[in-house]
């Protein structure tokens, strides 16, 4: 498929509204929000290509979910041994029970958590078992980005070869670099690195620091950057107490970008 940074970014967007309101999702209304969810997924080339080039799950799905839920919350699911395996078989499962109308927080939600409350038992099986194929498709997503670098003018071949994407450039190879002198392509790859280091972030500072990697992300590709907005945001980082993983992630963007607005 041909895809820019842009198009890419607005996939990563479109990707995280519908995982959010999965997430989020109450209990009663969660096999239709999972529906729309597992949807998308089918629908969205590069993330579809990256599911199928996992390999194809190879339970007897029937099987193993009336297992679990028959077992009354004594049972969960196996992910597998390895990334591929868990992609394509939290997926397989997440399909086979759209496919079925299964109402998940009656059946294969109970075991993941000890609360008697469905919500609860929503939430458990979110975080145990519909994250991880989140977290993966994530990672995917943003790995692509990096390889593509930070120009949107580009447009790049993506396909997949055994769940890893192969990024091609018909134009001949150059260094992209910002209006501000910076290397854009190293500028991408500190900032993702700041981004998957922001698990441990509360709500509010996940917020605080996706809005000021957007910010320096706009400006530095920007023709006039305001490098006052730039500093704005590097001060923002910076008043987060994360974890030590996080601050060497703000730190190492930061000591990159540092010495341009001087």
């Excluded at 109402?103 to 109970?110: E, I, K, T």
């Excluded at 990024?167 to 290397?183: K, W």
């Excluded at 923002?236 to 730190?251: C, N, R, T």
Aim: proline content about 1%.
């Amino acid at each position: 498929m041909k895809l820019n940074k842009k198009e890419l970014r607005k996939i990563q967007y479109d990707f995280n509204s519908c995982s959010n309101r999965l997430l989020q999702a109450d209990y009663e209304d969660y096999a239709g929000v999972l529906a729309k969810f597992v949807k998308y997924m089918d629908s969205t080339p590069i993330i579809n290509d990256y599911i199928c080039g996992c390999g194809s799950c190879d339970w007897n799905l029937e099987e193993e979910i009336k297992e679990v839920q028959g077992s009354y919350g004594r049972l969960i699911f196996l992910l597998g041994e390895t990334d591929e395996e868990e992609v394509r078989n939290v997926y397989a499962v997440l399909r086979f029970l759209v496919e079925t109308n299964n109402s998940v927080y009656r059946g294969v939600a109970m075991g993941y958590s000890s609360s008697s409350k469905w919500q609860d038992k929503i939430k458990g099986f979110n975080e145990r078992f519909v994250m991880v194929l989140i977290r993966h498709v994530e990672r995917y997503l943003t790995k692509i980005g990096i390889d593509m670098g930070i120009d949107e003018k580009n447009v790049y071949n993506v396909t997949v070869q055994n769940g890893q994407a192969i990024i091609a450039n018909d134009n001949s190879t150059v260094t992209a670099t910002t209006h501000i002198g910076v290397n854009a392509n190293e500028l991408e790859r500190l900032i993702a690195s700041v981004r998957t280091k922001m698990d441990t972030l509360t709500d509010t500072d996940k917020e605080t620091a996706s809005e000021s990697l957007e910010v320096i992300e706009a400006e530095i590709v920007s023709e006039k950057p305001k490098k006052s907005m730039i500093k704005t945001a590097i001060t923002s980082l910076q008043a987060i107490k994360g974890a030590a993983e996080f601050g060497a992630a703000v730190s190492a963007l930061i000591q990159f970008i540092g010495p341009m607005l001087s």
